[in-house]
């Protein structure tokens, strides 16, 4: 008996899977740019001055071949 996968010589390939480390890290916007936060804002924020603090706040863009390696590891 054959089994459904191996009908007719064709052979479907398995999913290809999200790498979920990355998916928690970046995001893809509505224009396919990848969103990331910054490092460096979790502790210690004692000795980092404010100006420094706030800019951490805010996201920032990847860009280049690395947006493309990020976008294939997150299947978006």
Known sequence: MIKEKFR???FEMGKVKTHKASA???SV???GKVKMNHAEHRHKLGKKDQKR???LRTA???DG???ANIRRLIQK
Do not use: E, I, L
């Open 65 to 67: 071949k690395m947006a």
């Open 53 to 55: 603090k706030r800019h």
């Open 24 to 26: 928690k890290r970046f």
């Open 8 to 10: 007719k010589g064709v």
């Open 29 to 31: 916007t509505g224009t």
């Open 60 to 62: 920032d863009y990847v």
